[in-house]
């Protein structure tokens, strides 16, 4: 064998080894990339949103979560296993997030179930149809796994309203009894006797109306957060329970919540719970906000089939069309239908005509307690003013970006006005536009 052929085969071990070397290397170059998409999740806050609709628990973690559930009976329980994640504070923590009065669990804890996989057990009050379903970041939230447990007999706060009460005829005031000057229109609010209109002799309202009240956000959707740490959802839930509190005290209209606590109601849904109880107005309360902090006043918006009136109003209606993605859905049991078979339909047009007449009589009577942040009604494609059959305005009461209105939204007595304000304009929109006979519920759907 030749010298050559020698050195040949003795470096042949030695090119292994360089060869090992070098993929060693190239291994470690991408380990950082391989070791992101490994990380183990790790459980970062924990949340318990109860209310007589639903609970929901929501787990938010810094990577994607896996898991499995399923239900126990006798006693009723939901089981979730969460793999990969290790036991910690955060998840001890959670069965002190359960408070005494849910309406639909009883006992909530997690512990470690094995190597690797955390056990979370629900003791239920009652049989459930639970939805479990992840949801990718979005905002200031990073991964969340959300436990929505349902009722398996939702009880229904609008329907047992409808069973519950006697609809009695009682007349709404002539339009004279309401001028829009604010002091006048107070004085005459409790007014006892009884008005009719001045040809026919006959009431102006001849039927109980109802109003489905739709305060914004709730829940794991703040909405908007003033520089003073104030969340819309608080502001406008008050502001709607103020509003529900004085339609109740007329003797001619009713008033429904679309949520009476705090937690998040899907767009869609907010729109079902109006239809189902055939209401004859549906408001949705916001307070706004703005990258300038120096916008101010309140506004009127109401559904446009044909694009937005302003900059402004489509921005609006764009960011408050998402918030199904930051209060979070189970997209794949949120379709709707008959929802989305409506949305062009052209008969929303009279709809539409309707709601800019109550649109404008909100803005006046907004405008006499607050500057008015444009002199008309705005349009654009508000997904939770989509109903078909019912007059429906968004009322922005004010800038929560704004310090100084910030502080007016926090105060009672401003909040009170507000709901004055609110009650004036559905009277002048009801005087002069009286609604006709309503239909008995033909259907629950």
């Known amino acids: 064998m030749s010298r050559r052929a020698g050195r040949s085969l003795e470096c042949q071990p030695q090119r292994r080894q360089l060869l090992r070397t070098a993929g060693a290397a190239l291994i470690l170059s991408v380990t950082p990339l391989a070791g992101a998409a490994a990380k183990r999740p790790t459980v970062l806050a924990v949340r318990v949103w109860p209310a007589a609709d639903y609970t929901r628990v929501t787990l938010e973690s810094d990577a994607a979560i896996q898991f499995n559930h399923f239900l126990i009976d006798n006693p009723d329980r939901l089981v979730v296993d969460i793999e990969g994640v290790e036991f910690n504070s955060v998840l001890d923590s959670l069965a002190g997030k359960l408070a005494d009065d849910d309406p639909n669990i009883k006992l909530l804890r997690a512990g470690r179930f094995k190597p690797g996989v955390v056990r979370l057990v629900m003791e239920l009050k009652g049989k459930v149809k639970p939805q479990v379903f992840t949801l990718a970041p979005v905002g200031e939230y990073g991964y969340r ?17 409808l069973e519950g009460r006697e609809d009695k005829v009682e007349p709404l005031p002539n339009e004279q009894d309401f001028p829009l000057d604010d002091k006048k229109a107070e004085a005459k609010v409790d007014a006892p006797e009884v008005q009719t209109a001045k040809k026919s002799g006959k009431p102006v309202v001849d039927r109980l109306v109802t109003i489905t009240l739709d305060p914004g956000h709730g829940g794991e959707d703040p909405g908007a957060v003033g520089k003073g740490g104030t969340h819309e959802k608080a502001v406008t839930l008050a502001v709607a329970k103020r509003l529900k509190r004085l339609i109740d005290g007329e003797p001619n209209m009713r008033a429904v919540l679309t ?7 899907p767009l869609n849904v907010r729109v079902q719970k109006a239809r189902r109880v055939q209401s004859d107005l549906f408001l949705s309360i916001h307070a706004d906000a703005w990258i300038k902090p120096d916008a101010r006043g309140s506004s009127v918006f109401v559904l446009s089939e044909r694009g937005a009136s302003s900059t402004q109003a489509r921005l609006l209606a764009q960011r408050e069309n998402e918030a199904d993605l930051i209060g979070g859905i189970d997209i794949r049991r949120s379709r709707d239908p008959f929802l989305a078979r409506t949305l062009l339909d052209l008969s929303q047009t009279a709809t539409i005509a309707d709601s800019l007449k109550l649109g404008r009589y909100l803005l006046g009577e907004l405008g006499s307690i607050n500057t008015l942040h444009r002199g008309q009604v705005e349009q654009a494609g508000f997904a939770v003013l989509k109903a078909p059959d019912i007059p429906s305005a968004l009322i922005e009461t004010a800038f929560i970006s704004n310090q100084e209105e910030e502080r007016r939204l926090n105060d009672d007595a401003y909040q009170e006005k507000l709901a004055e304000a609110i009650v004036r304009g559905i009277r002048q929109y009801f005087i002069k536009h009286p609604p006709g006979p309503k239909a008995r519920l033909a259907s629950i759907g």
């Open 259 to 265: 949520r009476d606590s705090d937690f998040f109601v």
């Open 145 to 161: 796994l959300v436990l929505d447990v349902y009722p398996a007999q939702p009880p229904d706060p609008l329907m047992a309203l």
